[in-house]
């Protein structure tokens, strides 16, 4: 049930945090003497029932306080925004790691659909069927869709319709033994 898979996000939220405080402090050192700006960045994201919520992660691009935030430009192979550190952090998923902070709070699951930005959202809502339905369960930091490939940049509306099915596979079929599986792939 839904209170299981609640208190599974929680319990292993606070064991992977604490398991992963060593590296949490390494990446942080790492950023803030490579790069200015602050170590933790926030996006605004949709959680469960359309509700915003801020998710956290490691910065990995270089800081720029003029940058209009109403103009998301999604990262690209290669992009020239991404400093040296968050090239590493990025490649192994590590900038996700403060997230477990949002599956803490309630805000995030461990396994669900991943969230993406509000104005991916606006966007995909407007030109994907059903879209919106991907938003009847707690985003997760991993996924179907990323297990299966359909991770990274999303370039064509192909490539969100092949995420936005995961999704709904994983929404329609969601199971506690199936949220385990996705996690061990995962690793």
């Known amino acids: 049930s839904k209170k299981i898979k609640r ?13 992963f405080m060593p590296l949490f402090l390494l990446v942080a050192l790492l950023i803030k003497f490579s790069s200015k700006g602050p170590i933790i960045y926030y996006q605004n994201r949709y959680g469960l029932n359309g509700k915003v919520f801020k ?3 490691f910065r990995t691009m270089f800081f720029n306080p003029k940058l209009d935030h109403s103009k998301l430009i999604q990262a690209k192979k290669g ?8 090239r590493i952090l990025r490649r192994y998923s590590l900038d996700e790691l403060p997230q477990l902070l949002n599956v803490i709070k309630g805000e995030m699951s461990l396994v669900g659909p991943r969230p993406h930005a509000t104005q ?5 809502r407007k030109v994907i ?13 991993t996924g179907l869709a990323q297990i299966e490939g359909a991770r990274g940049e999303t370039n064509t509306i192909k490539k969100m319709k092949r995420r936005i099915q ?11 033994l199936n949220d385990f599986l996705i996690l061990i792939k995962t690793i």
Do not use: A
């Open 7 to 19: 208190l599974v996000d929680f319990s292993l939220g606070i064991c992977f945090l604490l398991f």
């Open 166 to 176: 995961y999704d709904m596979e994983y929404n329609n079929e969601w199971n506690l």
């Open 129 to 141: 069927t059903g879209y919106m339905q991907r938003h009847s369960n707690l985003p997760g930091m």
């Open 79 to 86: 992009d020239k925004r991404i400093t040296f550190i968050g």
């Open 55 to 57: 998710m956290y992660k």
């Open 120 to 124: 991916h959202n606006e966007f995909y």
